[in-house]
């Protein structure tokens, strides 16, 4: 068992984000990290921790405010951990189809530091979301869960044999 602390902040309205992040955080657990999921907001130091990813939900293409927030708030100490980051967003199948690059406001936040990575998760609208036009698109028919769990735990495995040194 390592003692590398790894910390997935998210940024999530309707806890689809949340739920990407908590699977992260357990796959990192069994792959012998010690990992913990927590929201953004309410992160306010690293210190405890050896590397951090932060993920976001993606709206209308801009990542989530609190993921922003905690991107410039921290900055310094991101600079001095691996940073890994993913968004969780495109409503259909497209993010297990191809690779998706970060988005222009994505890329900002991600300049403020040395990400080591990105990627791109399906998004889910669960049927009765938060935000006018989450419920608009759930009336619509579009409530639907596109996240790919087994492409979550691949990303987490990943990060993971970087982090233990492993080929």
């Known amino acids: 068992m390592s003692n590398q602390r790894v910390l997935v902040a998210y940024g999530s309205t309707n806890q689809g984000t949340a739920g990407l992040a908590e699977e992260i955080a357990a796959t990192l657990n069994k792959d012998g990290l010690t990992a913990e999921a927590r929201p953004a907001a309410e992160v306010g130091d690293l210190t405890a921790y050896d590397a951090v990813v932060i993920g976001g939900g993606l ?3 801009r990542w989530h ?7 410039r708030r921290l900055r310094p100490q991101l600079r001095e951990r691996p940073v890994w980051c993913f968004s969780s967003g495109p409503l259909d199948a497209s993010a297990t189809e191809k690779d998706i690059p970060p988005t222009r406001g994505v890329r900002r936040a991600m ?3 040395p990400a080591r990575g990105h990627t791109t998760f399906g998004g889910r609208l669960a049927p009765d979301p938060k935000g006018r036009l989450a419920r608009s698109m759930a009336k619509r028919g579009m409530a639907h869960d596109w996240r790919d769990f087994e492409q979550v735990r691949a990303w987490a495995h990943a990060i993971a044999t970087e982090l233990l040194g492993r080929r």
Do not use: I
């Open 59 to 61: 709206y209308a293409g």
């Open 111 to 113: 300049s403020r530091f």
């Open 65 to 71: 405010r609190d993921a922003r927030r905690l991107t």
